[in-house]
């Protein structure tokens, strides 16, 4: 079994689930894609461009480096890799990155709405606001950049205009449901805004609670993982005993 074997497999799995459930927007395609961060290296393992999740397998995923070069792998890495990049570059605190094409964050992303706080425990776990990725073209440098901008707000879940969503977590199957509870919130902010009657939020004072608590979490898991690093650092540095 090789080094990335268990971050491929985690992925691989992931990837179906989300496909399977309909989040990439249709069950049978290739839209969307999955990475998870190789813990203490610069490299993460990302889903290949254009194939279909239910005939993929652990050796299609592919492995990259933070410059972007194959690291393992035959096929070509999703033409988003980049912006997956652009997440593990600006926010310590993310360890796994899904990208979708869930169908109502979709419908708030042609309308440009973002979502409000609308409930404790969806704004525990994804912070103040789900903002909105303004658009650009897939695979774009412009649209990367856009992402970089908007992580810099330290939540968990965006909807990218015109496109799809993001979301970003400490490992996959966290973010996973940070997919699930998007869904739920786009969707039922898209039923209330439907009645045309005016939609309640959190008080303020509740919001800035809990999105600090969100940030507590974010800078926990920092220090973890950079003592975990000093830690395998150590390690490498200290000859074996008995030698
Ligand atoms: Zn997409």
Known sequence: MGRFDDCKLQVLRISQRLSSEGFFGSKSGSAGNVSMLVAGENAFVVTPTRMRYDIMTVDDICVVDFELRRIEGERKPSIETPM????????????AVIH??????????????????????????????????????????????????????????????????????????????????LEKCAAIYCHALATGRPVTVLPENIVA????????????????????????????REPEPGR
Request: charged share 20%; proline share 3%.
């Open 209 to 236: 609670q809990l999105h600090a608590a969100v940030i507590a979490r974010q800078d926990r898991e920092i220090a973890r993982k950079n003592s975990a690093a000093a830690e395998s650092e150590k390690d490498a």
């Open 100 to 181: 979708s094409h869930q169908t109502y964050a979709s419908v708030l992303g042609v309308l440009n709405m973002p979502i409000p706080p609308l409930f404790d425990e969806v704004t525990l776990a994804v912070g103040n606001i789900i903002d909105i990725v303004p658009y650009a073209l897939s695979g774009t440098r412009e649209l990367h950049d856009n992402v970089a901008r908007k992580l810099a707000n330290r939540c968990h879940c965006y909807i990218i205009q015109n496109h799809g969503a993001l979301c970003v977590g400490a490992n996959l199957d966290q973010t996973y449901t940070l997919v699930e509870l």
């Open 84 to 95: 997956h990049l652009a997440a593990y570059k600006s926010r310590a605190d993310v360890s």
